[in-house]
């Protein structure tokens, strides 16, 4: 196995757990305290989103992470002769290549978008200085909805390509 080759694993793998478990974190954990946490639960998220780099931080990760994932496929379809793809290994891989993809589109639709547009009604409300309006409210309301169920969907098809990724060389 030469260099590059160990280099695009170590990305595809350490990305990828860390890609994942962030995922996994703020589907499981941060989300859910969140939204029971009423107002100072948007307060955080309006922190988290406003101030740190979480909204560029998980799709470069999963972006990264895709990227290494179709370079090792390619290296691997091109010494196989193009054989590859039909073995288990190639499919459980191109399984897992396919949700780990999809998860990202997902999660750039209905995870990324819906948290800067929480992000804008955060800092409109905090700028009047009073609570959401009800428009605000419900706006909110059906952002969170659409981040809480984008959430499951996406970590659901991370988890699916984490697997297909753990077991394909052993099949």
Do not use: C
Not at 26 to 42: D, E
Not at 86 to 91: I, P, V
Not at 136 to 146: E, G, T
């Amino acid at each position: 196995m030469n260099a590059f080759v160990i280099l695009l694993r170590l990305i595809h793998i350490v990305l990828g757990v860390l890609w994942v478990g962030g995922a996994a974190m703020l589907t499981w954990f941060i989300l859910p305290t969140v939204g029971i946490s009423g107002p100072g639960g948007s307060q955080f998220m309006q922190v988290l989103i406003g101030r740190t780099k979480l909204l560029r931080y998980m799709p470069s990760l999963g972006g990264l992470t895709v990227l290494a994932g179709f370079a090792l496929f390619w290296r691997d379809m091109s010494v196989s002769g193009e054989s590859f793809a039909q073995s288990r290994a190639g499919m459980a891989f191109s399984i897992g290549g396919l949700a780990a993809l999809i998860g990202l589109i997902v999660g750039g639709i209905m995870m990324a978008r819906p948290a800067k547009a929480l992000g804008a009604i955060g800092a409109a409300v905090a700028q009047s200085g009073g609570s959401p309006s009800p428009d605000q409210a419900q706006r909110i309301a059906a952002l969170q909805a659409r981040m809480k169920t984008g959430s499951i969907v996406t970590v659901t098809l991370l988890l699916i390509a984490t697997v297909a990724m753990a077991v394909a060389r052993y099949l």
